[in-house]
């Protein structure tokens, strides 16, 4: 059963996240950002699945590359909102620093004046995911655009997004991270931590076996405190990624999930990723 909606469409785009069926629950709208693998160009979720791409990842000789929808693909989801009723759009996307698909959203925006507002997150994965869950939910109150602009402020305060590397191999070569792309020498054989704050992705230390690594991310997320919301992101590692969830001892309002991360940014992360996104509770 869907969610009453407001006058308030929300558009966000594939790296959220989201569950379909909370997608579906909403009426969100997720523009797919592409994934070039071999020279083949497939919308995210399109062509491969999660499960598979991973299972090739470490044997392709050509790192897979990713790239924004066109600024005429979110033209295009605008124009059909506003057919369908829209008198405001909100636009909630990944980090700009990391991704083009903010600046995309943006030009494409400003055709429309005023009626659009479009949101740096600040994050990627279920950390840009929960601001979209929590703007959904505003505008099924009818709050008006102002209001849930700033409730997704406050809530960025909150949001903790936390990775164990495998290997730091793929973000080096992906380019993205300019601390990864010298001086690593040893510590390729390490599992690295990494963090994401205000779009830049910082060095959190790191655990010298997998093992410990499992042990600092169950610590990590005890040290925020209450906690609203939780998900368990991996890149095709369920086996340890449940080993996590039912190590927790959380009281939670909402039920952790337990997602396996979009190609768009286990391409940059490479396999056997461990991480998640929380909510630290309001004080």
Same mark, same amino acid.
């Given at each position: 059963?869907?969610?009453? %909606?407001?006058?308030?469409?929300?558009?966000?785009?594939? @790296?959220?996240?989201?569950?379909?069926?909370? #997608?579906?629950?909403?009426?969100?709208? *997720?523009?797919?950002?592409?994934?070039?693998?071999?020279?083949?160009?497939?919308?995210?979720?399109?062509?491969?699945?999660?499960?598979?791409?991973?299972?090739?990842?470490?044997g392709l000789r050509v790192m897979p590359t990713t790239s924004a929808p066109s600024m005429g693909t979110?033209? /295009?989801?605008?124009?059909?909102?506003?057919?369908?009723?829209?008198?405001?759009?909100?636009?909630?996307? #990944?980090?700009?620093?990391?991704?083009? +698909?903010?600046?995309?959203?943006?030009?494409?925006?400003?055709?429309?004046?005023? %009626?659009?507002?479009?949101?740096?997150?600040?994050?990627?994965?279920?950390?840009?995911?929960?601001? *979209?869950?929590?703007?959904?939910?505003?505008?099924?109150?009818?709050?008006? *655009?102002?209001?849930?602009?700033?409730?997704?402020?406050?809530?960025?305060?909150?949001?903790?997004?936390?990775?164990?590397?495998?290997?730091?191999e793929y973000v080096r070569r992906s380019g993205r991270v300019s601390w990864a792309r010298a001086g690593?020498?040893?510590?390729?054989? +390490? /599992?690295?931590?990494?963090?994401? /704050?205000?779009?830049?992705?910082? $060095?959190?230390?790191?655990?010298?076996?997998?093992? /410990?690594?499992?042990?600092?991310? *169950?610590?990590?997320?005890?040290?925020?405190?209450?906690?609203?919301?939780?998900?368990?992101?991996? @890149?095709?590692?369920?086996?340890?990624?449940?080993?996590?969830?039912?190590?927790?001892?959380?009281?939670?309002?909402?039920?952790?999930?337990?997602?396996?991360?979009?190609?768009?940014?286990?391409?940059?992360?490479?396999?056997?990723?461990?991480?998640?996104?929380?909510?630290?509770?309001? $004080?």
């Amino acid at each position: 059963m869907s969610a009453e %909606r407001g006058t308030l469409g929300i558009v966000t785009d594939s @790296t959220c996240d989201l569950p379909a069926d909370v #997608v579906a629950h909403y009426g969100i709208h *997720v523009v797919p950002a592409i994934l070039v693998i071999e020279g083949q160009s497939l919308e995210d979720g399109v062509g491969i699945s999660r499960q598979a791409f991973y299972e090739r990842l470490p044997g392709l000789r050509v790192m897979p590359t990713t790239s924004a929808p066109s600024m005429g693909t979110f033209m /295009k989801v605008y124009e059909k909102l506003f057919r369908e009723g829209c008198e405001r759009i909100m636009s909630i996307h #990944v980090a700009s620093p990391l991704s083009g +698909i903010f600046n995309a959203a943006r030009l494409a925006a400003e055709t429309f004046g005023e %009626r659009i507002q479009v949101v740096d997150s600040g994050q990627l994965s279920l950390g840009l995911g929960f601001q *979209v869950l929590a703007a959904a939910e505003a505008a099924c109150q009818g709050l008006p *655009v102002e209001a849930v602009l700033a409730r997704i402020r406050r809530l960025q305060e909150r949001i903790h997004v936390v990775a164990m590397l495998d290997t730091l191999e793929y973000v080096r070569r992906s380019g993205r991270v300019s601390w990864a792309r010298a001086g690593l020498g040893a510590l390729l054989s +390490i /599992k690295p931590f990494v963090g994401l /704050k205000d779009g830049r992705v910082l $060095r959190l230390g790191e655990a010298r076996t997998r093992r /410990k690594g499992l042990e600092r991310l *169950v610590e990590m997320l005890s040290e925020l405190g209450p906690l609203e919301r939780v998900a368990i992101l991996h @890149t095709h590692a369920e086996n340890d990624a449940r080993r996590i969830l039912d190590s927790l001892d959380l009281s939670l309002r909402h039920a952790p999930w337990l997602v396996n991360v979009t190609t768009i940014i286990g391409a940059h992360l490479g396999p056997n990723a461990l991480g998640f996104a929380a909510v630290a509770a309001e $004080r």
